[in-house]
Nanobody, 122 residues
Framework: QVQLVESGGGSVQSGGSLRLSCKVSGSTYGTYSMAWFRQAPDKEREGVAAISGCTTVHADSVKGRFTISKDNAKNTLNLQMDSLKPEDTAIYYC?????????????????WGQGTQVTVSS
């Protein structure tokens, strides 16, 4: 079992920055793919960014503004979010699964965190 706990959400004005973190604990032996997803009210869950090893993938909607990274020493997944827009407002979730494919598809992932709210005002 893998446990994921997100932190770092909050409220910010348009153009601002936030840094989300996801603390990973449990049975994390081997290679894992990890990702950030978001879900706005009345919308489908959307893949934002994913990482496996040194390979990263970012959705077109956040490319150049968001950066996913991992701190293996701290067992933490991070998402640096810059130039935030009101349309980035959503609950952000951390996800993980055993494997080496950094997918942006929600059904790829086995483990999920509880989510953290990000609100961007204009």
């Amino acid at each position: 079992q893998v446990q994921l706990v997100e932190s770092g959400g909050g409220s910010v004005q348009s153009g601002g920055s936030l840094r989300l973190s996801c603390k990973v604990s449990g049975s994390t032996y081997g290679t894992y793919s990890m990702a950030w997803f978001r879900q706005a009210p009345d919308k489908e869950r959307e893949g934002v960014a994913a990482i496996s090893g040194c390979t990263t993938v970012h959705a077109d909607s956040v490319k150049g503004r968001f950066t996913i990274s991992k701190d293996n020493a701290k067992n933490t997944l991070n998402l640096q979010m810059d130039s935030l827009k009101p349309e980035d407002t959503a609950i952000y979730y951390c996800a993980a699964r055993s494997g080496s494919y950094p997918s942006l598809a929600a059904n790829w992932y086995t483990y999920w965190g509880q989510g953290t709210q990000v609100t961007v005002s204009s």
